[in-house]
Every structure is written in C-alpha cells, then in structure tokens.
C-alpha cells in the first residue's frame, strides 16, 4: 500500500509539471486544436495534454519496474512501455499531420503484436465457470489483439467534452487497481495507480469548470485507449492470468458502447466508419440541454456504478457473480437505450414543433 501510494504521488506530481510545461510551450507555438465536426469547443484551446501525462506514466512505470523488477514486471515489460511510447509517437505526429486510417491501423497492430508477443493476452470469458467454452485457448491471441485496437479508438470517440475521457479512463483505471489489489496482483495494481493519478494531473488544467485550458488530443485518447486495454491483460508472472474478457469489458461499457453504436449509425447511413458526426453520447446529452459539468457528473455516476458491480462480481462466488455481473450490463445498455430514444423523442417533437401550422 505504501508503494501504491508513493507511485501515485510521484506519477501525480510528473504528470502536472509535465502538462503544465506542455501548456505553456504549445501556447507560445500557437499549437491550438481545430474544431471540426465532431467537437464542441470554440476558441484557442491547445491540444497536446496527452503528451504530458502519457510521458510522466511512462517515466514512473519504467522506473517501478525496473528498480523492483523481483516485485513487478521487469524487462518483460519493456515491448509494452515501447508499444505505449509508438502509440504516443504517431498519436501526436496524427494531431499535427493527420494519417491516413490504413497507417494509424498498421502502427495499432504493431503495438498490439508488442503486447501479446511477451504473453499479455486474455485468457478466459468469465471469472465464473461455464465449462470448456470459458477458455479461450488459441483464439485468446486474435482476440486480444481485437480488443486492444477496438479500445484504442474507443477512447477517442468519446473524447469531446471538457473533461469526459479523462474522467471515465481515471475512474476505469481506479476499478482495474481495486480488481487487482483484490486478486493480491499488488504489481499491476500500482501500475494503474500511476495511470489514474497521472490523468488526475492532466485533469487538473482539463476540467470543465470554468473551462479547459488544454485537450488531450488524439495522441492522449488513442494513448488511454491503448493503456487501459492492455491494463487487464497484465500478470506478474509468464503463466499468470490477466482479468476475464466480459468483467473487463464491462468496466468499459461507456466507451464500448458509444462505440458499436457509432459504428452501426455509419454502416446504416452507407458512411466510413471513421467519419466524424455529432451524434455521440455527449452530443446527445447536450442536445438534451446537460452541460459539460452535469454531463460529465452522470457519466462518472454511471462509471462508478458499473464498476463497482463488476468489482464485486469479482469478489463472490457461485450464482451471485454472473447475477452481479449481468446487473454492470444491464445498467449500461439501459442508461445508453435511454438516451437514445430520449434523444430521438426530442429530435421529433423539435422537428413537429417548427413544422408549418
């Protein structure tokens, strides 16, 4: 606990001098973000928060791993901080020259490979025994490797409101260190730690009250993406077991649904599905009349609500698990089916009301 709370400290106080630094030299360059269709923001805001952050998580991992390596990962970790550090690479070189989806996808699964390569992969479905189809055998590899790319634009789907992927990713990775103090995986859970209190350093110059004076960017959404997917894969040992799939996407229900339903909504209208458009969870929300602040506050409500259901899922045995675990789905789908037909309602009374009389 005390090593815990040291490396959260150390990767809290990195990360706000980090950002704060990044701040100051991008508002000298005039290193601004571009609204474009998907975002809501107007003025002169900077855009490489993620590079702040990201590099004081990297620095306090690598060198908690390999001062204690007996204690943590050791080199066995390293193809992952590399995979981590190409993310943040091309993330950034994306914000100021964007790359085609062919290249962004092409480094995602490089760094994916970097991930699975040293044995980070999933390894069952559930937590709970639902005989041989539990196991993932062979299958774990391309499935990982889904995930970790999946998740990796996840993040920067729902990153457009002050505030809101980083909230989400800290409260994510805050569940993912109390999952794996649990299971006494004391390792991994510093490492999320340090990702959590690393975020909470960038939050301080991102929160939306009174508004952010610095974006992540794609460099830090795709970065988060990436960390908290390849998060649940980690074990301390070659023959360790990393968290299930379906408790660990459950933890991540917020993004992964705002996902499919993006993608879905782009394949019905015949559109790519990387094509931006404001028909996001949060635009939703704000069409709703919800601010940045109360937008933000229910989707934290709804973060801690499903984690907390997953976590002690984690926790019990026998029918109370999937019963538990069930209930995070059920929360998730029904909050995500609310808003859309909610939203969908108002959209057709707006539309009746300005009609002809």
Same mark, same amino acid.
């Given at each position: ?199 909470? =350093? !960038? ?7 009174? %508004?952010?004076?610095?974006?992540? /960017?794609?460099?830090? *959404?795709?970065? +988060? ?108 789908? =029904? !909050? ?7 939203? %969908?309602?108002?959209?057709?009374? /707006?539309?009746?009301? *300005?009609?002809? +009389?």
């Amino acid at each position: 606990m005390v090593e815990m709370i040291i490396a959260g400290i150390a990767s809290f106080v990195v990360s706000t001098a980090s950002v704060a630094m990044v701040l100051r030299f991008s508002q000298i360059r005039a290193w601004y973000d571009t609204p474009d269709e998907r975002k809501v923001h107007s003025g002169d805001v900077p855009r490489l928060g993620g590079l702040g952050f990201a590099c004081a998580f990297i620095l306090t991992s690598l060198v908690i791993t390999f001062i204690f390596p007996e204690r943590y990962f050791g080199f066995r970790f390293l193809p992952v901080l590399i995979a981590m550090a190409l993310i943040l690479l091309f993330g950034v070189t994306d914000d100021f020259h964007p790359l085609s989806p062919k290249a962004k996808l092409s480094i995602q699964i490089i760094a994916a490979l970097l991930v699975i390569l040293p044995g980070y992969t999933f390894h069952r479905l559930f937590s709970f025994d639902i005989g041989p189809l539990g196991t993932l055998h062979w299958i774990r590899y391309p499935l990982s490797v889904f995930w970790i790319i999946g998740l990796t634009n996840a993040i920067n789907l729902i990153d457009g409101v002050d505030g809101l992927a980083g909230g989400v990713s800290a409260l994510s990775a805050l569940m993912y260190a109390a999952i794996f103090t649990g299971f006494k995986s004391n390792g991994v859970a510093v490492i999320c730690v340090c990702l959590m209190a690393s975020i909470l =350093g !960038f939050l301080l110059f991102n929160a939306p009250i009174p %508004r952010a004076k610095i974006f992540m /960017g794609d460099g830090g *959404s795709q970065f +988060l993406g990436f960390t908290l997917a390849v998060l649940p894969l980690l074990n301390q040992e070659p023959d360790g077991r990393s968290l299930p799939l379906a408790e660990t996407a459950a933890v991540l229900l917020i993004p992964i649904f705002d996902t499919f339903s993006a993608v879905w909504r782009r394949l019905r209208d015949g559109r790519r599905i990387d094509s931006p458009d404001r028909d996001h969870t949060h635009h939703k929300l704000i069409n709703l009349g919800l601010n940045a602040w109360q937008l933000d506050s229910l989707l934290y409500g709804l973060q801690v609500l499903i984690g907390c259901l997953v976590f002690l899922s984690l926790q019990y045995h026998g029918p109370l698990s999937p019963a538990l675990l069930g209930l995070a789905y059920l929360f998730g789908g =029904g !909050f995500f089916m609310l808003i859309h037909y909610t939203h %969908r309602g108002a959209l057709k009374k /707006g539309a009746a009301s *300005s009609g002809p +009389l």
